[in-house]
């Protein structure tokens, strides 16, 4: 058995959502996609400006702030929404064992069988568990507070039948 400890708090979901970004099959071309489109925004804004069309140039120009700061937007609307859960710093302990995953906490419990998981992700700091494609957790390793870091990994591989490693970003 591997129990993970700890607060479930606005950093901790924060760092959940890195690390699910991190792992998405597109994620190490988006900065140079990114970098490229707004190139491109701004070359054309610039075009647009040049030929009088101020309006639409505006329109490019805000369309390139609301592009750049699209992770920042995300970031703040799931710290509104984490602000009204009524699970927000509760304090949460986790078994990973043979029988599955069991969950406890001041103001709920519960327990999952291994079948309920679709996929986990490895991560050299941790474990992302999915049930189905949005639904995930983010177990640190520096959370364990009975057993090891490989335990778990073993747990997982063993029972979760879409198991991948990935290299931490």
């Given at each position: 058995?591997?129990?993970?400890?700890?607060?479930?708090?606005?950093?901790?979901?924060?760092?959940?959502?890195?690390?699910?970004?991190?792992?998405r099959?597109?994620?190490?071309?988006?900065?140079?996609?990114?970098?490229?489109?707004?190139?491109?925004?701004?070359?054309?804004?610039?075009l647009?400006?040049?030929?009088?069309?101020?309006?639409?140039?505006?329109?490019?120009?805000?369309?390139?702030?609301?592009?750049?700061?699209?992770?920042r937007i995300?970031r703040?609307?799931?710290?509104?929404?984490?602000?009204?859960?009524?699970?927000?710093?509760?304090?949460?302990?986790?078994?990973?064992?043979?029988?599955?995953?069991?969950?406890?906490?001041?103001?709920?419990?519960?327990?999952?069988?291994?079948?309920?998981?679709?996929?986990?992700?490895l991560?050299?700091?941790?474990?992302?568990?999915?049930?189905?494609?949005?639904v995930?957790?983010?177990?640190?390793?520096?959370?364990?507070?009975?057993g090891?870091?490989?335990?778990?990994e073993?747990?997982?591989?063993?029972?979760?039948?879409?198991?991948?490693?990935?290299?931490?970003?």
């Amino acid at each position: 058995m591997v129990v993970f400890e700890f607060k479930f708090s606005e950093e901790m979901i924060l760092e959940m959502y890195r690390k699910y970004h991190g792992t998405r099959k597109l994620a190490r071309f988006e900065t140079p996609v990114r970098w490229i489109a707004s190139v491109m925004l701004v070359v054309l804004a610039g075009l647009l400006w040049f030929l009088e069309s101020y309006l639409v140039a505006v329109v490019m120009v805000i369309v390139l702030v609301l592009f750049l700061s699209a992770r920042r937007i995300d970031r703040w609307l799931l710290k509104r929404r984490l602000r009204k859960s009524p699970h927000l710093n509760d304090e949460l302990r986790i078994c990973l064992s043979e029988e599955g995953f069991s969950t406890r906490g001041s103001k709920s419990s519960g327990e999952l069988q291994w079948a309920v998981f679709t996929e986990a992700r490895l991560l050299e700091d941790g474990i992302l568990l999915f049930e189905g494609p949005q639904v995930f957790r983010f177990l640190p390793f520096h959370t364990i507070t009975r057993g090891r870091a490989g335990e778990a990994e073993e747990l997982v591989r063993t029972y979760v039948k879409e198991s991948k490693v990935f290299a931490h970003r």
